[in-house]
């Protein structure tokens, strides 16, 4: 049986994860026939990298019933937090009896979200953080669902985001708020990263493009290294520091009293505050 699955809101994000859901159906990894209904006036089938006739775009939900697709499986809500109460306001015109809601906004709670759904205190709902890497399956995504979903939808939740990286599974909702600001902002930070080294490679002679390259394969090829070895993150970085070296002289700067770990610590407090605000925003 063909599955219907909604996504309202198809911006990077939702675009992303719609990459992974199709190149893991094509490839037999995601075993779900489905037809993806996409609810979003400004989305550009162009941003698929791969194409397919199972993708159908509507502006609204109302628009998407009258095309004969109003029994959703699973709605995927990807809209930004302060626009999901507008873009949730006629759900109820649809069947949802059947329906999984998956949540990626950041900041809106499992009970922002069943009270903007607005389909009775038993809607189920996950609430998730993924990062931008799902759209090459190598993402990082925390769920947490309310009382009312059931392991099935858990179980579901984890094989779609799965296909797009790592899923793992929070305790306590309250830790999702940290977790944007760990893991769902951290791809920026990496980027930051890379964009400042190769920066601080030109202002040491270096040509542009030599200096990108450096700079990127050389965080790539850490992450695989942190990946794929047994040993912690502090380890590593001690096993290529020789006392009185090059890399020792740089991390007495970047591990100075003002330094990186201090930064990194205001950054993602920074983070975590807004996700905070955004919920109670809503």
Known sequence: MTRQFFILGCG??????????????????????????????????????????????????????????????????????????????????????????????????LSALTHMIGAGTDVRVIRTMPNTPAAIGKGMTAVIGNEAAQEDDLALAESLLGVCGLVIRLDDEAQMDAVTALSGSGPAYVFLLAETMAQAGVALGLPEALSRRLADQTIYGAGGLLQESAMPADILRQNVTSKGGTTAAALSVLMGQDGLAELMKKAMSAAHSRSVELGKDS
Not at 48 to 74: C, E, K, W
């Open 12 to 109: 990077k994000m939702g675009s992303a994860l719609l990459n992974g859901w199709i190149s893991g159906i094509v490839s037999g990894d995601l075993d779900h026939k489905a037809d993806f209904i996409i609810i979003d006036p400004f989305f550009d089938a162009n941003n698929l990298n791969i194409p397919s006739d199972a993708v159908h775009v509507f502006a609204t939900l109302q628009d998407a019933a009258t095309a004969g697709y109003a029994r959703p499986d699973m709605m995927l809500l990807s809209v930004k937090p302060q626009m999901m109460a507008e873009a949730l306001s006629n759900a109820t015109s649809l069947d949802l009896s059947g329906c999984c809601f998956i949540s990626i906004a950041a900041g809106l709670s």
